[in-house]
Structures are given as structure tokens and as C-alpha cells.
């Protein structure tokens, strides 16, 4: 039960890290594409926009590793 | 490393104007600004007389002919080094050649719009067969074809209506479906009515179907048949045009692109032309170039134009040398990655290059995601073939760099004995450092990633220290200078808790993280207080964000894994050998873009945050196109 519960954790914090990741990164790509159609050379200050809300997810991947390795 | 740029001056007479140009552009060494912007209005821009701005046009037009013949034969402009650019006759030859091709390529889009219009036509005849009543064979008789949309239901009626009253009722009218959405009318008629039942359809504004002209007199069968016939025919013409074109392409091509080349090489001199300067005697260019190309410059200049034409240096003022072009200079190891360094912006003139860094980090980066010798060895034999097959440029800038990518992913491999995931340990491959997918070496692979991360950032921090030194910059020196005692605060707290560091250099730790925030926020003004220990709290998260190396490593580990599993769990040997190269390759292609763009980030977020400002232009010298071509 209890390993049961700190896999259901350690997903839900990477799961809904994610999610928030996927949603702004979903934002700042469409805009980002339109950007680089219109200028080309941001292409690489796009790249950069998109990849920052990365770390969201990371920091989650952090929390489940330690969900898993302290609490498991 | 960025080349040493020299800033100067070339003063001749008017006369030799264009002479000049011609050399510069075979040079190709100098980056011409627009001249007399800082001259106190000594100096004024050239003025293009009536004649020279005719002759840009003339060349424009030409260009616009000979491109246009380019692409149309898909010419490749490399080829323009094969022939002589000035051999007599080719701008004769290639003007014969315009009024051919030109038939040529109308011809061969007629024919296009009639293999795609044909089938169209072919399909609706035959929907419309059954509709035909037996009068419409007679040759008195003519037959209107008419394609009506459901949603106007009223429409069929009126028609009928009209094409009744205009015949005195000796129309035939019939109705049959063409698909969901539209429907066929016939109205056939004694040939006396045709004129008056043209106009009734003209004015009610349907869409009738027209066949071309050669079908239309025919019976429905006939036309049906001669459709069908003209289709194989069509095939067969178009075929041939296209083998003429290709041939043309074969006989013209190094012809068409010499000139294609020529005539931008001498619209490129007339457009520079703008960027001039004159005085009431003389015109002045102003521009940079490399201090190792200068020589060469001048002898060059003086061996055609004696004392007529000047070179004069300007010395480099301190605004001078925020606006040189910045040439990279690097060793051909790490020239694949001035292109990702460009991307994200071009080096300061006289700030630090990046690219030598990038070239050791990236790769370094890539292996320890990937982390497989099979994945390493393929991904590493694929690109060498690749790059062999790519021109210089960007494409083969990225071969290079994965090829690199992956011989340190070969290396990494072996310290984590991965070879297609769990294949090198049923091999009897063992890691020479630890397993990495093994829950107990969980905390030794994160640690890991976060030590590379913090040498990555205190090196970072170190090169902007020493930027803010260099450069005598309060603010740089106080913001770097406070992150990089945070960093070394927070190492020591860490160390003290993990028991590594004795417990006495708590205190001193977070004197030390205190002094850090507060430089941090006294760099960043007013708002600093709130600010700066906000930014504090930043810098471990950019250490935690090279977590994504462990995270990355790890996913494409499991989907190795996942493949042999799902192999394995299969029945047949054959189809279990599919699914897992499939999902091998598929691990394989992520295990390429992933890591790639992930590098990319902790440079571009984590790394260069702490020490490049970029902002600089980049050396663009005037270059003829054909001088690049021999």
C-alpha cells in the first residue's frame, strides 16, 4: 500500500510537471513558430524560450527521484 | 578566438571608381560600411548618375530572365565555375535559349493542367452516361452538361422551366447524382435552340461543364473513348518535354550559372555603390578587414592603381571597436559549432568567443545523455557517411557535431555498459564505472550530473568575472562576483550536510551566501532586495537544471529496455527481431534530436548567462560570387 502510494506520488510529480511544461511550451512554440517565419534569425532565441520551461519538469523529475529514493 | 580587425579608408578618384570595386570584390576581404557617417559632413554619399541606375536595371531584368531559367532547368549554381564567365557568346547563346525554353516550359504546363483535368473530366462523362438521352448522338441535337450544388434544390426546376420555354418544350432534361455534394443536369435540344439555351445558362449563372473543344462536337461514348486516348498520349508528350528540359539543363547548365553568377557579382557593385562616400575629386570607401588580409589589400590596390587609390587605417576608437565585425577564428575542430554560436548571437568584437567551449562541452553533453556503444557506433558510422554527402555548410556542420556526439557517447558507454540497452550486460559487458538504470546507482548518476553542472557554471562565472575585470564594468564584476559566492556558499552548505565538510564551515557557508546575494543585489539597483535573492534562489535552479542529463540518459535507457522486453515477450523470433530494431531505430532518432537540443539549452540558458552578451555583427566582406566559385 504504502509503495503503492509513493509510486502514485512520484508520478503526479512528474506527470502534472509535465503538463505545465507541455502547456507553456505549446504556447511559447506557436507563437515562436510565427516569430521565425517572419525572422528567421530568432530562431535561435526561440529554441532558448521554448526549452525554458524545461526545467519545470526536470525539478519534478528531481522531486519524483527523491519521492522514490527517500520515501520508497 | 575572433580575428583583429583593422578599420580604414580607401580614397580614389572618380574615375577609377568602379575599378576599385571589381578589385575589392575579387578580394572579397573587405566589410564595406556606409562612409562619411562620422566625417562631419566632409564626406557625402555617392550620387548614381542617370546612366549607372539604368544599367542596375537593365542587369536586374537580365537577372530576373536568368534565374528564371535556372530554376526552371533546376541548375545547380555550382556548376558556374566550369565554364569561362566572359567566353564570347554566352549572353548571345543564353538569349537564343530564352524564346525555347520559354515554349518549352508552357508546354509542358499545359500539358500538366490537362493530365490533371483529363481523369476529372473522364470521371464526370461517366456519371453523366446514363443521364444521356438517345436523340443526344444525333447530330442535330446538342447536349449541356451542368454540375449543380444540392443546397440550391429550387435551382433544377428553373432551369427546366426556362430551357422548356425557350424550345417550345422539345428539351430532354435529366437529373443524376455526382457525389454528396453536387449534382449532373443534361438538357439536350435541337441544335437551332443551342445559342438561346447558352444565353438562359449564362444568365442563371451555373457552372457548366465545358470539355475541351476537340471532345465537344462528339457522341458521350466517343468523347468518353478520345478522353482516355488523349490521356496515354499527354503522358507520353510530357515525358518527352521533360527529357528535353533535362537535356537543356545538361547542355546549358554551367553556361546559365556563369552568367546567373556574373550578373549578381556586377549588381553586387552597383549596390555598394550606395554605400560610398565622395568628395567633389574623390570617392571614399570605408570598411573593415582582418589584419592578416591587410597586406594583401594594399599590395593588391597599389599594384593596379599606383598613388591614385589610398589606403588609409583609422585608429580604433573605443566606439570603433563596439561596431567591428567580428570574424570567428577557431581551430577546424570546433568551426562546426560557430553556426550554433551565430544562432544564439554573434560574439562581441572584443568580447570572449564561446565556440572552442561549446566544441568541448556540447559533445560532452550529447555522450553522457546517449550513453550507449551500440546507439554511439551507429549513430557515429551514420553521420561520417552523411557527411560525406553533404556540402560545406550548415548540414554538414550538424553531421560533424553529432559524429563527435557520438564518439563520446561510445565512451560513456562503456562507463555505463550499455550496448543497445541491456544487450552488453547479456553479452557479459560490464560498466566500468556503474550500471546507470540501477536504482542503487540512482543518487551516484544524479550527483554526477550535478557536478558537471556546477564545474560548468563556476566556469561560466569565472570567464565573466574575468570579462568584468577586463572590461573595468562595476556591474558585471558585482553580479558574477555575487553568484559565484553563492555557488561556492551553497557547495559548502551542501558538503557540511551531506558530511562530506565539518560541520564548523556551516556558519561560514552562509556568511559567505549572504555576502554573495548581497553584491548580487546591489548590482541589480533598487529592486535588488527583491530581486536579488530571487536570482540567488535561480542559480540552483540552473544547477538543478543539469539534471536533464541523468533525465535524458535515463528515458532513452528504459525505451532500450522496453525494445528488448517486448522483443523478447513476442513468440517469433522473426517478428520480435522487427519490433525491437524498430524500436531501437526509433530510440535512436530521439536519442539524436533530444540530446542535441538539450545541450543547446544549458549552454544557451545555463552557461552563457553567466558570461556572453553577444550583440555583435558579424564580418560580411564584399565577395564576388565567382571568385568563390574558382
Given at each position: ?17 509535465a503538463?505545465g511544461t507541455g502547456i507553456a511550451q505549446s504556447r511559447i512554440g506557436a507563437a515562436g513558430a510565427g516569430a521565425v517565419a517572419e525572422k528567421p534569425e530568432l530562431a535561435g532565441v526561440i529554441i532558448l524560450l521554448v526549452a525554458i520551461p524545461e526545467t519545470m519538469v526536470i ?14 | 578566438m575572433t ?28 566589410h ?45 549554381p ?245 561596431r567591428?565585425p567580428v570574424a570567428l577564428t577557431n581551430?577546424?575542430v570546433a568551426r562546426p559549432f560557430e553556426g550554433l554560436v551565430h544562432m544564439y548571437s554573434t560574439p562581441r568584437y572584443?568580447g570572449i568567443d564561446p565556440t572552442r567551449l561549446m566544441a568541448l562541452f556540447l559533445p560532452f553533453f550529447f555522450g553522457?545523455m546517449l ?8 549513430l557515429?558510422?551514420g553521420m561520417?557517411?552523411l557527411r560525406?554527402r553533404f556540402k560545406p555548410g550548415m548540414l554538414r556542420n550538424l553531421t560533424t557535431i553529432l559524429a563527435y556526439g557520438a ?49 560548468h557554471?563556476?566556469?561560466g ?80 535552479g540552473n544547477?538543478?537544471s543539469y539534471?536533464r542529463i541523468?533525465a535524458i ?35 535512436l532518432v530521439l536519442g539524436a534530436f533530444s540530446p542535441t537540443i538539450q545541450s543547446l539549452r544549458l549552454h544557451y540558458v545555463e552557461f552563457f548567462r553567466n558570461f556572453y552578451e553577444g550583440g555583435g555583427r558579424a564580418y560580411e566582406p564584399?565577395r ?7
Amino acid at each position: 500500500m504504502e509503495n503503492g502510494l509513493t509510486a502514485i506520488g512520484a508520478g503526479l510529480a512528474i506527470g502534472l510537471a509535465a503538463l505545465g511544461t507541455g502547456i507553456a511550451q505549446s504556447r511559447i512554440g506557436a507563437a515562436g513558430a510565427g516569430a521565425v517565419a517572419e525572422k528567421p534569425e530568432l530562431a535561435g532565441v526561440i529554441i532558448l524560450l521554448v526549452a525554458i520551461p524545461e526545467t519545470m519538469v526536470i525539478l519534478g523529475f528531481a522531486t519524483a527521484a527523491m519521492i522514490l529514493l527517500l520515501g520508497g | 578566438m575572433t580575428h583583429k580587425m583593422v578599420h580604414l579608408q580607401i580614397i580614389g578618384l572618380k574615375a577609377d571608381v568602379l575599378p576599385v570595386i571589381h578589385t575589392l570584390g575579387e578580394l572579397g576581404c573587405l566589410h564595406i560600411d556606409r562612409a562619411g557617417e562620422d566625417t562631419g559632413g566632409m564626406i557625402h554619399p555617392l550620387t548614381v548618375d542617370a546612366v549607372l541606375l539604368r544599367r542596375q536595371e537593365e542587369l536586374n531584368l537580365q537577372l530576373l530572365q536568368v534565374s528564371g531559367m535556372v530554376d526552371y532547368l533546376r541548375i545547380d549554381p555550382a556548376l558556374a565555375g566550369l565554364v569561362e564567365p566572359d567566353s564570347a557568346g554566352l549572353a548571345e547563346q543564353i538569349d537564343q535559349l530564352l524564346p525555347h525554353l520559354q515554349a518549352l516550359v508552357n508546354r509542358r504546363d499545359r500539358l500538366r493542367a490537362e493530365q490533371e483535368l483529363l481523369p476529372r473530366f473522364e470521371e464526370t462523362m461517366r456519371k453523366l452516361l446514363p443521364l444521356f438521352p438517345a436523340t443526344a448522338s444525333d447530330a442535330d441535337y446538342v447536349s449541356f452538361g451542368l454540375l449543380l450544388s444540392r443546397e440550391h434544390a429550387e435551382v433544377p426546376g428553373i432551369i427546366q422551366r426556362h430551357a422548356a420555354e425557350i424550345t417550345g418544350g422539345r428539351a430532354e432534361v435529366t437529373l443524376g447524382p455526382i457525389d454528396a455534394a453536387t449534382q449532373a443536369m443534361l438538357i439536350t435540344a435541337p441544335r437551332a435552340f443551342a445559342e438561346a439555351i447558352g444565353a438562359m445558362l449564362d444568365r442563371q449563372d451555373v457552372a457548366r461543364l465545358r470539355l475541351p473543344t476537340e471532345f465537344d462536337s462528339t457522341s458521350p461514348d466517343a468523347a468518353i473513348a478520345s478522353l482516355r486516348r488523349r490521356l496515354n498520349t499527354v503522358q507520353e508528350e510530357c515525358t518527352a518535354v521533360e527529357r528535353e528540359l533535362e537535356a537543356l539543363g545538361r547542355q546549358y547548365g554551367p553556361a546559365l550559372a556563369a552568367r546567373q553568377s556574373v550578373l549578381q557579382d556586377e549588381l553586387q557593385t552597383y549596390n555598394i555603390l550606395s554605400r560610398l562616400g565622395e568628395t567633389e575629386q574623390t570617392f571614399v570607401v570605408q570598411g573593415w578587414t582582418p589584419q592578416a588580409d591587410l597586406e594583401r589589400l594594399q599590395t593588391t590596390l597599389h599594384e593596379r592603381f599606383g598613388e591614385r587609390v589610398i589606403v588609409h587605417t583609422l585608429p580604433l576608437t573605443e566606439a570603433d571597436r563596439r561596431r567591428a565585425p567580428v570574424a570567428l577564428t577557431n581551430p577546424a575542430v570546433a568551426r562546426p559549432f560557430e553556426g550554433l554560436v551565430h544562432m544564439y548571437s554573434t560574439p562581441r568584437y572584443d568580447g570572449i568567443d564561446p565556440t572552442r567551449l561549446m566544441a568541448l562541452f556540447l559533445p560532452f553533453f550529447f555522450g553522457m545523455m546517449l550513453g550507449d556503444i551500440g546507439y554511439g557506433a551507429v549513430l557515429l558510422g551514420g553521420m561520417l557517411l552523411l557527411r560525406r554527402r553533404f556540402k560545406p555548410g550548415m548540414l554538414r556542420n550538424l553531421t560533424t557535431i553529432l559524429a563527435y556526439g557520438a564518439g563520446w557517447s561510445i565512451l560513456f558507454g562503456l562507463l555505463f555498459g550499455e550496448l543497445f540497452g541491456p544487450l552488453g550486460e547479456e553479452l557479459g559487458l560490464h560498466p566500468l564505472l556503474f550500471d546507470r538504470a540501477s536504482p542503487a546507482h540512482l543518487i551516484d548518476l544524479l550527483a554526477m550530473t550535478l557536478a558537471v553542472g556546477v564545474v560548468h557554471i563556476l566556469l561560466g562565472l569565472l570567464l565573466g568575472l574575468w570579462e568584468g575585470v577586463r572590461g573595468r564594468d562595476r556591474h558585471h564584476l558585482l553580479e558574477r562576483g555575487g553568484r559565484l559566492l553563492g555557488l561556492v556558499a551553497l557547495l559548502l552548505v551542501v558538503g557540511v550536510l551531506v558530511d562530506l565538510l565539518p560541520e564548523g564551515l556551516m556558519t561560514p557557508a552562509l556568511a559567505l551566501l549572504v555576502v554573495g546575494t548581497v553584491l548580487l543585489s546591489a548590482s541589480l539597483g533598487k529592486i535588488g532586495i527583491v530581486i536579488g535573492p530571487i536570482e540567488m534562489i535561480g542559480l540552483l535552479g540552473n544547477v538543478l537544471s543539469y539534471l536533464r542529463i541523468a533525465a535524458i540518459g535515463l528515458s532513452s535507457v528504459y525505451l532500450a529496455r522496453v525494445a528488448g522486453e517486448i522483443a523478447g515477450a513476442v513468440g517469433s523470433i522473426i517478428v520480435g527481431i522487427i519490433i525491437a530494431v524498430l524500436l531501437h531505430v526509433l530510440n535512436l532518432v530521439l536519442g539524436a534530436f533530444s540530446p542535441t537540443i538539450q545541450s543547446l539549452r544549458l549552454h544557451y540558458v545555463e552557461f552563457f548567462r553567466n558570461f556572453y552578451e553577444g550583440g555583435g555583427r558579424a564580418y560580411e566582406p564584399f565577395r564576388y560570387r565567382l571568385a568563390t566559385h574558382e
